[in-house]
């Protein structure tokens, strides 16, 4: 998941995007594929090369988050600190780089506070597993996702959480899952997007909720 915005490019003088990138497409049907917006189908077949990046900016402005969610939230902070910590609206950025290492994308957002520093947020999205895609939040814990197309909309859900313990992935049981994660992409016109996040337990209820509007240039 608005103030300025600009999209902006490092290294190469190529504007990133211009080299097709197909691995989000190849995790939808053809027909899925095709029945998203012109806009959503653009920003995700960018693949940025030699370092160049893209930058989104624009206004988280919608926040909900139980006292499960805040203690879940403070808690990761151990894994490096995945969920959100600012539960206030306010400015925000998004920047999207190709991880040479992973083979994938990391995603790093920023939340703008009222006093201190902003939060930043940092992850790895990786085109692997069983689901095709996979987001690696840190300290090695990381979930698969799997893609739809819903009214319209680009949507993520999270399907399995896992950890690396001594060089072996695990697979957390469902009883130890933080909750159901699911992301969701709205194309607004004009260049906008909304970006919502929710991840909910099936005990607990909502957990987190965030709701932010961005723009490209």
Not at 72 to 92: K, M, S
Not at 109 to 116: A, E
Not at 178 to 206: M, S, Y
């Amino acid at each position: 998941m608005g103030a300025a915005v600009a999209i902006n490019a490092t290294g190469p003088k190529a504007a990133p995007g211009e080299l097709a990138d197909l691995r989000f497409r190849a995790l939808l049907p053809a027909t899925a594929w095709a029945a998203l917006p012109p806009a959503v189908r653009r920003r995700f077949s960018k693949r940025m090369a030699g370092g160049a990046t893209v930058t989104y900016c624009g206004a988280v402005n919608g926040i909900q988050v139980s006292a499960a969610g805040r203690v879940l939230a403070e808690a990761a902070r151990l894994i490096g600190g995945p969920l959100p910590l600012v539960f206030e609206p306010g400015p925000g950025v998004v920047t999207v780089t190709e991880d040479a290492v992973g083979q994938g994308q990391v995603w790093t957002r920023l939340y703008v506070r009222r006093s201190g520093f902003p939060q930043i947020i940092h992850s790895a999205k990786r085109f692997a597993g069983p689901t095709g895609l996979e987001e690696h939040v840190g300290g090695g814990v990381g979930m698969a996702l799997t893609a739809t197309v819903e009214d319209g909309a680009l949507v993520f859900r999270s399907a399995f959480y896992f950890a690396t313990v001594l060089g072996l992935r695990l697979r957390l049981p469902r009883w130890a899952e933080p909750g159901r994660l699911t992301i969701v992409h709205r194309d607004l016109g004009g260049g906008a997007f909304a970006f919502t996040l929710a991840l909910d337990h099936p005990l607990l209820g909502r957990m987190i909720g965030q709701q932010g509007i961005f723009k490209d240039a």
